[in-house]
């Protein structure tokens, strides 16, 4: 069964930057495209990053693009996000999935697995 663990949140101040992890179980990883997303409470889960099986193809929110960069090793079974300048509304719980499609896709819909969740609080 495929798991995903998120890591690497926590409390930073406003421009800082905070890398978040998601490890992956399973030999089956380089058969997913990843994504990101993020939850703030009251509001819905918003897409973040995304990322094809190979790395090759990435996609972006409008609100991160220039700021966030999704990255995956196929070797370790993860995926990255790493978060530059960060703003007190990046502050949510978010979450890694995958999906058993090739390109990056936007769409919650797309991803069938899911990880738990870490937190990112943002200091203004």
């Known amino acids: 069964q495929v798991q995903l663990v998120e890591s690497g949140g926590g409390l930073v101040q406003a421009g800082g930057s905070l890398r978040l992890s998601c490890a992956v179980s399973?030999?089956?990883?380089?058969?997913?495209?990843m994504g990101w997303f993020r939850q703030a409470p009251g509001k819905e889960r918003e897409f973040v990053a995304a990322?094809?099986?190979?790395?090759?193809?990435?996609n972006y929110a409008d609100s991160v693009k220039g700021r966030f960069t999704i990255s995956r090793d196929n070797a370790e079974s993860t995926v990255y996000l790493q978060m530059n300048s960060l703003r007190f509304e990046d502050t949510a719980n978010y979450f890694c999935a995958a999906a058993s499609t090739y390109y990056a896709s936007r769409y919650l819909n797309s991803y069938d697995r899911w990880g738990q969740g870490t937190q990112v609080t943002v200091l203004s």
């Open positions: 399973g030999r089956t990883f380089r058969t997913y495209s």
């Open positions: 990322i094809s099986r190979t790395g090759s193809d990435t």
